[in-house]
């Protein structure tokens, strides 16, 4: 089973529309949750955390589910400006410096 | 000024030249990291120098050199390459706890990256 896995896509949504992406992951013993967005040909940056409670940032919406081991971000209203790919990220733990992505999930919005 | 630099953004290089790609970080972080990212697959960490000491390599082949002179700059010298070396590689510094009690946030300031092509 790969680490952190993704559906690659490409989800080509129209304007408006709202998206979920999902994410899993191996390591039961991980940590602490990322959301990356790596836009075309640019570098990737961090786009929120992932929080037990779930948390929410505008229009996005992120979830953890430890039992099950999956992550998923929630896009609602979604605006041409959202089109990136979107990289799950997995902290495995305090004193370790690895963080473990994912290969991304391609959003495209359509007008 | 951008908080961290990568030089060249883009370099063509045969497989019997000795070339380096550069970073620097003005963002007074104390962690900086080398990542290859090759097409459909995860970003894949190489190197992690903290307090300028290398701390992590995840067995990456000889022929990539990693080179940390100070907290502010990073360098991978590359040589006897092979085209399956083509790729982005990105340099990324973090701010890191000091002591491993206390947990990573997790973000990452990446580079824009510098696209290696191997001929």
């Known amino acids: 089973r790969k680490e952190v896995e993704q559906d690659p896509g490409p989800f080509n949504v129209p304007e408006g529309a709202t998206v979920a992406f999902n994410c899993t992951y191996s390591?039961?013993?991980?940590?602490?949750f990322f959301w990356y967005r790596q836009d075309c040909r640019k570098e990737p940056k961090l786009l929120m955390s992932?929080?037990?409670s779930g948390n929410e940032d505008g229009r996005f919406t992120a979830q953890l589910n430890r039992a099950s081991q999956y992550i998923s971000l929630l896009i609602r209203d979604s605006k041409l400006s959202d089109s990136a790919t979107y990289l799950c990220?997995?902290?495995?733990?305090?004193?370790?410096?690895?963080?473990?992505f994912g290969k991304g999930t391609k959003l495209s919005v359509i007008p | 000024e951008t908080g961290v630099t990568q030089t060249p953004r883009h370099l063509v290089m045969g497989m019997t030249n000795k070339k380096s790609l550069k970073c620097e970080q003005h963002?007074?972080?104390?962690?900086m990291y080398w990542y290859k990212q090759s097409a459909k697959k995860p970003l894949e960490l190489m190197f992690v120098?903290?307090?300028?000491?290398?701390?992590e390599n995840n067995s990456v082949p000889s022929r990539f050199s990693p080179e940390c002179p100070n907290s502010s700059h990073l360098f991978l010298h590359l040589h006897t390459l092979q085209p399956e070396d083509s790729a982005l590689y990105l340099c990324?510094?973090?701010?890191?706890?000091?002591?491993?009690?206390?947990?990573?946030?997790?973000?990452?300031?990446f580079g824009e990256g510098s696209r290696l092509t191997v001929l």
């Open positions: 990324a510094s973090s701010q890191r706890s000091r002591g491993p009690e206390y947990p990573n946030t997790g973000e990452l300031f």
């Open positions: 390591n039961s013993a991980s940590q602490s």
């Open positions: 992932v929080y037990s």
């Open positions: 990220v997995v902290y495995s733990g305090a004193g370790s410096y690895q963080l473990t």
């Open positions: 963002l007074g972080h104390n962690a």
């Open positions: 120098y903290s307090l300028e000491e290398r701390v």
